[in-house]
Protein backbone atom coordinates (compact mmCIF):
# COMPACT_ATOMS: atom_id res chain seq x y z
CA UNK A 1 0.00 0.00 0.00
CA UNK A 2 1.25 3.31 -1.14
CA UNK A 3 1.94 6.12 1.37
CA UNK A 4 -0.57 8.30 0.20
CA UNK A 5 -3.50 5.52 -0.06
CA UNK A 6 -2.62 4.67 3.76
CA UNK A 7 -3.34 8.83 4.79
CA UNK A 8 -5.87 9.04 3.16
CA UNK A 9 -7.16 5.79 4.47
CA UNK A 10 -6.65 6.88 7.94
CA UNK A 11 -7.98 10.03 7.85
CA UNK A 12 -11.54 8.04 6.57
CA UNK A 13 -11.14 5.96 9.55
CA UNK A 14 -10.55 9.27 11.99
CA UNK A 15 -12.97 10.40 10.64
CA UNK A 16 -15.61 7.85 10.76
CA UNK A 17 -14.51 6.96 14.66
CA UNK A 18 -14.87 10.73 15.36
CA UNK A 19 -18.63 10.47 14.24
CA UNK A 20 -19.25 7.38 16.01
CA UNK A 21 -18.13 8.84 19.18
CA UNK A 22 -20.44 11.90 18.93
CA UNK A 23 -23.57 10.04 17.81
CA UNK A 24 -22.87 7.62 20.93
CA UNK A 25 -22.19 10.70 23.21
CA UNK A 26 -25.48 12.06 21.95
CA UNK A 27 -27.64 9.09 22.35
CA UNK A 28 -26.36 8.38 25.42
CA UNK A 29 -27.24 11.70 26.54
CA UNK A 30 -31.06 12.12 25.27
CA UNK A 31 -31.35 8.18 26.79
CA UNK A 32 -29.84 9.48 29.65
CA UNK A 33 -32.21 12.55 29.74
CA UNK A 34 -35.41 10.51 28.91
CA UNK A 35 -35.20 7.84 31.33
CA UNK A 36 -35.04 10.57 34.10
CA UNK A 37 -38.26 9.81 36.30
CA UNK A 38 -40.83 13.31 35.71
CA UNK A 39 -39.10 14.13 32.49
CA UNK A 40 -40.06 16.11 30.70
CA UNK A 41 -41.72 18.45 33.58
CA UNK A 42 -44.81 18.95 32.93
CA UNK A 43 -45.85 22.96 31.83
CA UNK A 44 -48.29 24.93 31.66
CA UNK A 45 -50.56 27.43 29.65
CA UNK A 46 -52.67 30.57 30.10
CA UNK A 47 -55.95 30.92 28.81
CA UNK A 48 -57.72 33.80 28.64
CA UNK A 49 -61.37 33.49 30.81
CA UNK A 50 -64.07 35.02 28.83
CA UNK A 51 -66.02 35.31 31.74
CA UNK A 52 -64.35 37.64 33.81
CA UNK A 53 -61.57 38.49 31.43
CA UNK A 54 -58.45 36.93 33.49
CA UNK A 55 -55.86 34.37 32.61
CA UNK A 56 -56.14 30.96 34.04
CA UNK A 57 -53.82 28.23 34.31
CA UNK A 58 -54.15 25.06 32.79
CA UNK A 59 -51.66 21.87 33.10
CA UNK A 60 -50.37 20.43 29.90
CA UNK A 61 -47.65 17.88 29.68
CA UNK A 62 -44.25 18.38 29.18
CA UNK A 63 -42.80 18.06 25.63
CA UNK A 64 -39.44 17.06 24.07
CA UNK A 65 -39.59 15.83 20.87
CA UNK A 66 -36.12 13.83 21.25
CA UNK A 67 -37.98 11.52 23.81
CA UNK A 68 -40.22 10.84 21.45
CA UNK A 69 -43.98 12.34 20.47
CA UNK A 70 -45.70 14.80 22.72
CA UNK A 71 -48.46 13.92 24.51
CA UNK A 72 -51.53 15.72 24.19
CA UNK A 73 -53.65 17.18 27.50
CA UNK A 74 -55.35 15.00 29.76
CA UNK A 75 -58.31 16.26 29.11
CA UNK A 76 -59.01 19.01 26.08
CA UNK A 77 -57.81 22.68 26.50
CA UNK A 78 -60.98 25.40 26.24
CA UNK A 79 -60.71 27.13 22.93
CA UNK A 80 -60.11 30.41 24.61
CA UNK A 81 -57.39 33.28 23.75
CA UNK A 82 -54.13 32.86 24.66
CA UNK A 83 -52.94 35.21 27.60
CA UNK A 84 -50.05 37.00 25.31
CA UNK A 85 -48.84 40.64 24.50
CA UNK A 86 -50.53 40.66 21.23
CA UNK A 87 -53.37 42.75 22.50
CA UNK A 88 -53.07 43.62 26.25
CA UNK A 89 -50.43 45.80 25.31
CA UNK A 90 -52.88 47.97 23.00
CA UNK A 91 -55.43 50.97 24.63
CA UNK A 92 -58.92 51.30 24.35
CA UNK A 93 -58.17 53.48 20.53
CA UNK A 94 -55.41 51.11 19.54
CA UNK A 95 -58.18 47.81 20.48
CA UNK A 96 -60.92 49.24 18.59
CA UNK A 97 -58.86 49.25 15.11
CA UNK A 98 -56.76 46.05 15.81
CA UNK A 99 -58.50 43.08 14.17
CA UNK A 100 -58.33 39.84 16.47
CA UNK A 101 -58.84 41.92 19.50
CA UNK A 102 -61.59 43.30 21.72
CA UNK A 103 -62.01 45.19 24.12
CA UNK A 104 -63.44 44.26 27.60
CA UNK A 105 -65.62 46.76 30.09
CA UNK A 106 -66.33 47.04 33.20
CA UNK A 107 -70.13 46.88 33.37
CA UNK A 108 -71.10 49.13 36.52
CA UNK A 109 -68.83 51.90 35.22
CA UNK A 110 -69.91 51.22 31.89
CA UNK A 111 -73.62 51.83 32.53
CA UNK A 112 -73.24 54.37 35.10
CA UNK A 113 -74.27 57.72 34.58
CA UNK A 114 -71.80 59.82 36.76
CA UNK A 115 -68.40 58.49 34.39
CA UNK A 116 -67.21 59.27 31.31
CA UNK A 117 -67.54 56.36 28.57
CA UNK A 118 -63.42 55.40 28.75
CA UNK A 119 -63.67 54.44 32.79
CA UNK A 120 -64.93 51.58 31.70
CA UNK A 121 -62.27 50.33 30.02
CA UNK A 122 -60.98 46.87 31.41
CA UNK A 123 -58.71 45.84 28.96
CA UNK A 124 -57.52 44.54 25.95
CA UNK A 125 -57.69 40.56 24.77
CA UNK A 126 -57.40 38.46 21.50
CA UNK A 127 -60.45 37.01 20.53
CA UNK A 128 -61.26 32.87 20.58
CA UNK A 129 -59.19 30.75 18.59
CA UNK A 130 -62.40 29.72 17.11
CA UNK A 131 -63.76 32.61 15.44
CA UNK A 132 -67.65 33.21 15.12
CA UNK A 133 -69.27 33.84 11.50
CA UNK A 134 -72.29 35.74 13.11
CA UNK A 135 -72.92 39.71 12.70
CA UNK A 136 -74.94 39.98 16.53
CA UNK A 137 -73.53 40.44 19.53
CA UNK A 138 -76.43 40.92 22.21
CA UNK A 139 -77.70 37.66 23.64
CA UNK A 140 -74.56 36.00 23.57
CA UNK A 141 -73.00 33.89 26.35
CA UNK A 142 -69.45 34.92 27.49
CA UNK A 143 -67.68 32.34 25.22
CA UNK A 144 -69.52 33.00 22.09
CA UNK A 145 -69.03 36.61 22.54
CA UNK A 146 -65.85 36.67 22.75
CA UNK A 147 -65.37 34.76 19.14
CA UNK A 148 -65.73 38.43 17.76
CA UNK A 149 -63.40 41.23 17.48
CA UNK A 150 -66.36 43.69 17.26
CA UNK A 151 -68.28 42.41 20.45
CA UNK A 152 -67.16 43.76 24.09
CA UNK A 153 -67.97 41.43 27.27
CA UNK A 154 -69.64 43.36 30.01
CA UNK A 155 -67.88 42.01 33.14
CA UNK A 156 -69.96 41.74 37.03
CA UNK A 157 -68.08 39.76 39.73
CA UNK A 158 -70.65 37.46 40.11
CA UNK A 159 -69.71 35.65 37.15
CA UNK A 160 -72.57 37.42 35.33
CA UNK A 161 -72.14 39.93 32.58
CA UNK A 162 -73.48 41.24 29.01
CA UNK A 163 -72.43 41.10 25.26
CA UNK A 164 -72.45 44.56 23.27
CA UNK A 165 -71.60 45.65 19.80
CA UNK A 166 -67.70 46.94 20.81
CA UNK A 167 -68.12 50.58 19.91
CA UNK A 168 -71.69 50.80 21.61
CA UNK A 169 -71.57 53.82 24.30
CA UNK A 170 -74.48 53.68 26.68
CA UNK A 171 -76.01 57.15 26.93
CA UNK A 172 -78.20 58.36 29.39
CA UNK A 173 -81.59 57.52 30.47
CA UNK A 174 -83.68 60.22 29.62
CA UNK A 175 -83.12 63.26 26.72
CA UNK A 176 -84.47 64.57 24.06
CA UNK A 177 -84.62 62.84 21.12
CA UNK A 178 -84.41 64.83 17.95
CA UNK A 179 -83.04 61.71 15.15
CA UNK A 180 -85.08 59.34 13.06
CA UNK A 181 -83.52 56.33 14.61
CA UNK A 182 -86.02 53.93 16.20
CA UNK A 183 -85.50 53.44 20.11
CA UNK A 184 -83.72 49.82 21.00
CA UNK A 185 -86.47 47.18 21.86
CA UNK A 186 -85.46 46.56 25.40
CA UNK A 187 -86.28 44.17 28.08
CA UNK A 188 -88.28 45.53 31.14
CA UNK A 189 -86.87 47.47 34.11
CA UNK A 190 -84.21 48.82 31.30
CA UNK A 191 -83.88 52.17 29.56
CA UNK A 192 -82.77 52.52 25.74
CA UNK A 193 -79.46 54.95 26.01
CA UNK A 194 -79.72 58.37 24.80
CA UNK A 195 -77.02 60.33 23.70
CA UNK A 196 -76.83 64.02 21.38
CA UNK A 197 -80.27 63.17 20.44
CA UNK A 198 -79.96 59.80 19.30
CA UNK A 199 -80.97 56.30 20.98
CA UNK A 200 -77.22 55.12 21.05
CA UNK A 201 -78.56 51.18 21.14
CA UNK A 202 -77.82 50.04 24.70
CA UNK A 203 -80.84 49.06 27.18
CA UNK A 204 -79.28 50.79 30.37
CA UNK A 205 -80.58 49.22 33.64
CA UNK A 206 -83.15 51.07 35.42
CA UNK A 207 -80.76 50.65 38.70
CA UNK A 208 -78.07 52.63 36.73
CA UNK A 209 -81.09 55.33 36.26
CA UNK A 210 -81.63 56.46 39.64
CA UNK A 211 -77.72 57.72 40.26
Known amino acids: MTSARWIARSRNVRAELVLVIALSGCLYTNNTKCEQAGYPPDDEVFLLDPAQLFCVAFPVPGCDEDCGPCQPPDDPLPTWAVCDGRCFANDEAECLDTPGCRVG ?36 DPQECSRYDFCSWLTEFDSTGECIPERQVAGRCSGTVT ?20 YTGSCIPDEYCAL
Open 105 to 140: RFRAAYYSQLTSPGESFQGCYAVDTVPGNETECRGR
Open 179 to 198: CSEPAPSCPPETSPGVLDGC
